[in-house]
Nanobody, 124 residues
Framework: VQLQASGGGLVQAGGSLRLSCAAS????????MGWFRRAPGKDREFVAG????????LYEDSVKGRFTISGDNAKNTVYLQMNSLKPEDTAVYYC??????????????????WGQGTLVTVSS
């Protein structure tokens, strides 16, 4: 089972990026998915999560209204659309998958599968 995160890059403040997390080796239609990030010098933190069927989503307060998580089960891919980016959004972004919870969860230890991370850099 592998998760491949992509879409990171360098963007100016106020710009947008869309991250993708493609799953292979198993269908993730019964897994909740999440995006996390680790900023320089900080612990990894929850950003957004989505339920197995896409019906429920959850966001960290600082990204509400700016980020949108979505999924395409046919493509086994989860997306994170990031708009109005700020320098404090600079981080390595990771996607994760959990079979323990079908609802989005902030608890990192529940995620059994992780992507390798993609770097997002927002310049001021």
């Amino acid at each position: 089972v592998q998760l491949q995160a992509s879409g990171g890059g360098l963007v100016q403040a106020g710009g947008s990026l869309r991250l993708s997390c493609a799953a292979s080796g198993r269908t993730f239609s019964n897994y909740a998915m999440g995006w996390f990030r680790r900023a320089p010098g900080k612990d990894r933190e929850f950003v957004a999560g989505i339920s197995y069927n896409g019906g429920r989503s959850l966001y960290e307060d600082s990204v509400k209204g700016r980020f949108t998580i979505s999924g395409d089960n046919a493509k086994n891919t989860v997306y994170l659309q990031m708009n109005s980016l700020k320098p404090e959004d600079t981080a390595v972004y990771y996607c994760g998958a959990t079979s323990v919870s079908v609802l989005p969860t902030v608890t990192q230890t529940l995620y059994a599968y992780w992507g390798q991370g993609t770097l997002v850099t927002v310049s001021s």
